[in-house]
């Protein structure tokens, strides 16, 4: 078993960014802390949104560390101001980093129909694919709205993980994977205490079972 992270901007959150997603910006100093806490566990990090910091400040500091990440990209704000350039990606990349989708427009996958679901993805795996040269077929839920409908198409598309915003341990080839967020104002303390903590059996089995009313048809038995 092991832990993933979710993490988003890094850095005091730029003007244009809303009231609602500045709680999910951290400072430089704590990125670097976690870093540190991923080189000497098994903890795995993952950063949604393309925002800028992601070559700005993720970068850096993960090659020092000598550590790789996972970046999930709306693809729709690729090369607009304050979000990475299809440059950055391929830097990513060429970094060794993995590259994921998070849809095109960072819609709520919820409130549309399968069909839009599909076409989303579809178009941000697509043009992701185009720039870094190879296919891109990992994808994180945009806002973590997920329920059995988006999985079902997810996996009909040929998906092979799906990142959420379920909490708690996770299988490392399972094909949903749990993430565990990290917001502004959590400690380093707090961080530690996601990371080290032991599920208990009765917690993993009520877990999955949240999962799997979620999941539908979707195959669950590496979740």
Avoid at 16 to 37: D, T
């Amino acid at each position: 078993m092991s832990v993933c992270l979710m993490l988003h901007g890094l850095g005091p959150p730029p003007a244009h960014i809303p009231e609602e997603e500045k709680p999910y910006w951290i400072s430089e100093a704590m990125f670097a802390e976690i870093v540190s806490l991923a080189r000497d566990t098994e903890v795995h990090i993952t950063i949604d949104d393309g925002n800028a910091t992601d070559i700005e400040i993720a970068l850096p500091a993960l090659l020092t560390a000598g550590i790789k990440a996972s970046f999930f990209i709306p693809s729709d704000r690729i090369g607009t101001p304050h979000y990475v350039s299809e440059d950055g990606i391929r830097m990513l990349r060429k970094a060794g980093m993995e590259i994921g989708s998070h849809g095109c427009a960072h819609v709520r996958w919820t409130e549309v129909p399968d069909e839009a679901i599909a076409a989303d993805v579809i178009r941000s795996t697509e043009r992701l694919s185009s720039i870094i040269g190879e296919p891109v077929r990992k994808v994180a839920i945009p806002f973590g709205a997920c329920d059995r409908r988006i999985l079902r198409v997810l996996h009909a598309l040929g998906i092979t993980q799906v990142y959420t915003s379920f909490s708690g341990h996770c299988m490392p080839n399972g094909w949903i994977v749990r993430r565990n967020c990290i917001k502004s104002g959590m400690t380093l303390a707090d961080i530690e205490t996601t990371i080290t903590k032991k599920d208990s059996l009765a917690c993993t089995a009520l877990t999955f079972l949240r999962t799997w009313r979620h999941a539908g048809r979707a195959a669950l038995w590496n979740a």
